[in-house]
């Protein structure tokens, strides 16, 4: 396969959603989703996090965000051009080309672990 620039060493599609994401050495879609996973909650706040995930990266590039409701997806389209901005500055990379919001699953987040149980009191 002749190396257009759309594929890698091992001749894998590059699937690029923030402009240069795929030219790190080994970074796979699945690697740039981990790494969007893993400054979300940065990039857009806790709050936000709570309720969306960045979940795959769309053959053109667009980031899809799964957000847990309605109210979540309209939210977040209001205010896309913020969240690619953020994302840019998390990523030190060129915004996504482009960003969706759609009602769907989201990671299971564990809650912090409970304390040890307190030891019996002497009788």
Do not use: Y
């Not at 002749?2 to 080994?26: F, K, N, V, Y």
């Amino acid at each position: 396969m002749a190396d257009d620039g759309r594929t890698d060493a091992r001749g894998l599609r590059r699937i690029d959603p923030t402009g240069a994401l795929s030219e790190l050495p080994g970074v796979s879609a699945a690697g740039a989703v981990l790494i969007l996973g893993r400054v979300w909650p940065d990039a857009v706040g806790e709050g936000v996090a709570a309720h969306t995930w960045p979940a795959r990266i769309a053959r053109d590039g667009t980031v899809v965000v799964h957000c847990s409701s309605s109210t979540w997806v309209s939210e977040l389209e209001l205010m896309a051009g913020t969240v690619a901005r953020r994302l840019q500055e998390a990523l030190g990379e060129p915004e996504p080309r482009a960003l969706r919001f759609r009602l769907g699953p989201m990671p299971h987040r564990t809650a912090s672990p409970a304390p040890a149980p307190r030891p019996p009191a002497p009788d």
